[in-house]
């Protein structure tokens, strides 16, 4: 099975910039899905981007449009999400998660990592 270990979180000021990556174990991973998720302070969990086996077909999340970009290397099993222009509200912890199914069209995620804590200072 797949093990998925986050890194590149820490503390940036306010309009700056982080680089996450998502490093994958297994013998599978092109054939997953993968996707970021972030939990702020006292919020529940929220999507945040999601990428196709290729990288040609991405999804985000309204907040995060047009400021992250996620990307995947499969020859590397990594996953990346550049984050620009962040905001206080940014604040979390972000997890990358792989899919491999879909139930009712909604993808479920089958493996998750340990997440990376990202603080954006005002």
């Known amino acids: 099975q797949e093990q998925l270990v986050e890194s590149g979180g820490g503390l940036v000021q306010a309009g700056g910039s982080l680089r996450l990556s998502c490093a994958a174990s297994?013998?599978?991973?092109?054939?997953?899905?993968m996707g970021w998720f972030r939990q702020g302070p006292g919020k529940e969990r929220e999507f945040v981007a999601r990428?196709?086996?290729?990288?040609?077909?991405?999804v985000y999340a309204d907040s995060v449009k047009g400021r992250f970009t996620i990307s995947r290397d499969n020859a590397k099993n990594t996953v990346y999400l550049q984050m620009n222009s962040l905001k206080p509200e940014d604040t979390g912890v972000y997890y990358c998660a792989a899919s491999s199914y879909t139930v009712a069209g909604e993808w479920k995620y089958d493996y998750w990592g340990q997440g990376t804590q990202v603080t954006v200072s005002s």
């Open positions: 990428v196709i086996w290729t990288g040609a077909n991405t």
């Open positions: 297994g013998r599978t991973f092109r054939n997953y899905v």
